[in-house]
């Protein structure tokens, strides 16, 4: 994807241009121009902003989103006790992260 602007933070956002490819891309995994008009203008959108509101990812870090799916408490209890893994603690962190 061309990336516009990007601001990180609290405020975070990644622009992309709004091109005909990228639509193309985006629909054929799912995603509806409909959906795409809801985070920018002709020009450019959020995609960051698409992707959590959407619920189309969990996490962003290091330019991957991830999708980690529901947090439930058989993963809270598994970290809680000790017994999870160093990414079943990372996925319960970022969820109270974001």
């Keep these: 994807m061309e990336v516009v602007e990007t601001n990180g933070g609290e405020d975070a956002y990644i622009l ?29 959108f959020d995609v960051l902003a698409l992707a959590f509101a959407e619920g189309y990812t969990d996490y962003y870090e290091k330019g991957q989103f991830v999708l980690w799916g529901p947090i439930d408490d058989e993963l809270r209890h ?17 969820h109270f992260s974001v």
């Design 16 to 44: 992309v241009e709004n091109s005909e490819e990228i639509r193309k891309k985006l629909n054929a995994v799912g995603v509806a121009d409909e959906v795409i008009n809801r985070y920018g203008d002709d020009e450019a």
């Design 78 to 94: 598994r970290v809680l006790g000790g017994d999870g893994t160093a990414t079943d603690a990372e996925r319960l962190h970022c």
